[in-house]
């Protein structure tokens, strides 16, 4: 049996992790304990460091954890991370800030689940998780689900509706061949560079949920995040773009309605399964079956 466990997790693909980092010297060994010390035989972590202060002198404490870093000017972070996922070499991507944290065994059951749906393309945590400014995990919340038509209603860009939730980053993973795949991953933006990349995997494929936490985001006043209006304005044309591609008529679809009432008045469950969004959930039984298999559920439900 222990030789059937090794043997499978030799198999697992190997995932490549990306942190862009500038002026992160307060947060980074914090982020940085949180990849190294997974539990997982096949992955490999990339810095990129802006060279803004002495983060630098931290990276070197972890250069035999580091599988390549640098620190040198670049121009901001998504221009770090691509620096990082050209130097990578695996079979799944991500990336994740210097001030946020991979929540543990996370690389272990994304490389189980890549592993055991060759046709999955793109995950993200539908338990989302936070960190305080002190770095203390302060739990998780809860997305009903992921949807390209919820999607395509704006129902993941806070600001456009009055109910929805984020895609957090850092608990997304995707393989690397669907992102090599595209010519502009960001579409230059600044702020809004991971919401353009969701635009863009949309084209292709559809995000499955995961019911498990992955990752972290830490709340710290100052974030470049806290510029909403900027992110907001750069996230809208790349959703533009995507709804012109799909051919989407804003408020085509009775479920749309139907999500943003769902605010004010009740929506009962039999209402949810008859003409909720059709989602995809990656989900295990760990506390009946700490044996049991992950396994692909087809469901509805609204935002």
Request: charged letters at 25%.
């Amino acid at each position: 049996m222990l030789r059937e466990q090794v043997e499978n997790m030799q198999n697992l693909p190997k995932i490549s992790i990306v942190t862009p980092a500038y002026k992160s010297s307060s947060t980074i060994e914090q982020t940085i304990r949180s990849v190294v010390s997974q539990d997982y035989p096949n992955f490999e972590y990339i810095v990129v460091d802006g060279a803004g202060d002495d983060t630098a002198q931290i990276l070197e404490k972890y250069v035999d954890n580091i599988h390549w870093w640098c620190s040198e000017p670049d121009d901001g972070q998504y221009d770090a991370v691509l620096k990082g996922f050209s130097r990578s070499t695996g079979d799944i991507l991500c990336w994740i800030n210097a001030d946020d944290r991979l929540l543990p065994d996370a690389l272990r059951i994304v490389g189980e689940v890549f592993a055991d749906f060759p046709n999955v393309d793109w995950i993200s945590s539908l338990l989302p998780g936070s960190y305080d400014a002190q770095g203390l995990y302060s739990g998780h919340s809860r997305i009903s689900g992921f949807s390209k038509p919820a999607f395509l209603d704006g129902f993941f860009l806070p600001g456009t509706r009055r109910r929805g939730s984020w895609i957090q980053q850092e608990s997304t993973f995707f393989r690397k061949s669907i992102f090599a795949a595209l010519n502009d991953p960001f579409k230059g933006c600044r702020l809004a560079g991971d919401f353009a990349l969701w635009c863009q995997l949309y084209e292709t494929s559809d995000l499955v949920g995961i019911t498990y936490p992955l990752a972290g985001f830490r709340h710290i006043a100052g974030q470049r995040s806290e510029d909403m209006s900027s992110y907001l304005h750069e996230a809208r044309g790349a959703l533009a773009d995507l709804r012109k591609v799909e051919g989407y008529v804003v408020g085509g679809r009775l479920v749309e309605t139907v999500a943003r009432l769902s605010k004010y008045i009740r929506v009962g469950s039999k209402t949810r399964k008859r003409i909720g969004y059709d989602g995809e959930k990656i989900i295990k039984d760990r506390h009946r079956h700490p044996d049991a298999s992950w396994k692909l559920e087809k469901y509805k439900f609204l935002i």
